[in-house]
């Protein structure tokens, strides 16, 4: 089981769940769920209306698109972003996957809804001899764990 779901009512007729482009490409395109508008150094949280399943030992890396970094000036607030496994099924927001977008330009950016903003990679991951997580179960994302 690795997959991308909707999340569940909202509108997705135009929209298609986050695909590759070409047989190698590592990433899946991630799109954005609505019109939005970036201003110069600020961080925006950017809805993709999907959420990813996928095994134990696995995470989904977001990292930026190469182009939009190039032309706009757009990156990942984060750096990378590490869509848990466990995230998927987290009761406050259903594994929704939100791209924090860094504007370093100088201009208002609009992004369309549909418009590729990131690339997912599914990636395996290793653990500790002695590896201990703190708790079972994860209440919902961006700082839940604090
Ligand atoms: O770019 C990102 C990064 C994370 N997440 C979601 C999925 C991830 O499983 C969860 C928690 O992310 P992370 O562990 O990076 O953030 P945190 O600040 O440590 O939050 P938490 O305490 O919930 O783990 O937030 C996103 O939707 N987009
Ligand atoms: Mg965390």
């Avoid at 993709?48 to 399943?53: D, N």
Wanted: hydrophobic share 40%.
């Amino acid at each position: 089981m690795r997959r991308f779901e909707w999340i569940d009512g909202i509108d997705v007729s135009d929209l298609e769940l986050p695909v590759r482009q070409t047989p190698d490409s590592a990433g899946y395109d991630l799109c954005a769920l609505h019109d939005v508008t970036l201003a110069p150094a600020r961080v925006t949280l950017v809805p993709t209306g999907v959420r990813a399943r996928m095994r134990a030992g696995e995470f989904l890396a977001l990292y930026a698109r190469s182009s939009l970094a190039i032309r706009y000036g757009l990156f990942l607030a984060n750096g990378v972003g590490v869509i848990d496994a466990d995230y998927a099924d987290n009761p406050s927001n259903h594994g929704h996957i939100m791209i924090p977008l860094l504007h370093f330009g100088e201009k208002d950016i609009r992004i369309a809804r549909k418009e590729r903003i990131a690339q997912g990679v599914f990636t395996a991951f290793l653990l500790t001899d002695d590896d201990s997580p703190k708790t079972q179960k994860r209440v919902g994302g961006f700082g839940s764990t604090l």
